[in-house]
């Protein structure tokens, strides 16, 4: 058996392969993941993107969002300036009211409609765990066809920081946090948060 390409070598045609595909993967992740009850968004710009996050909130009777990063949380005020959306980072206590976490997700897998969110410090972590709502914003070139691309995309980015010397906090997110723990009956946003969107936002590089 001939040995396996290195890492970085594999990485690139993974990439080669998700652009060349590109609009059929958009296609196919989005209908991932509405079927696992994730609701997917082309956002278009970042800035069209956080202006429908706001509108989405307050839609839903949202009054309070919680970011992720200090630059999303300026984003959010500069879409919604009513709408408090503080940096969870620097203001923890502001999750534990917060109806909506937004952050970014490093990338998508058209084969589950998970999303990979790459968040290390731990407060700014809870943004997509304790809010009932989860908003992740996703780089429309950042979708790749499968599981194994997905997993490949992961080790990467957790062997460059771990040599850079950072913590490597990693997590997928397919739909809705759910259990049917009990008496095998479904239920959704037990364990995390009840609703999953996912803009797509083009012209960005990934975070």
Known sequence: MPPASPLPDRLQEVWRRAADAALALRARFAAAASKVGAIVHEAGSRETALHLVAELARGR???????????LAAGLARAAPSLPAPDAEREPGAILNAEWGVSWA?????????????IDPPDARLTTMLPP?????????AIVESLEDGLLVTRDRILRLQREGRPSYLSWVTGPS??????RVLTIG????????????AGEEVP
């Open 190 to 201: 037990v364990h995390g948060p009840r609703e999953l969107h996912i803009l797509l936002v």
């Open 61 to 71: 009777g949202g009054r309070r969002l919680v970011a992720a990063d200090a630059a």
């Open 133 to 141: 709502v989860h908003a992740a914003l996703l780089p429309d070139t």
């Open 106 to 118: 490093v990338c998508g897998v058209a084969e589950t409609g998970s999303v990979i969110v790459h």
């Open 178 to 183: 759910r259990t049917a723990d009990i008496e």
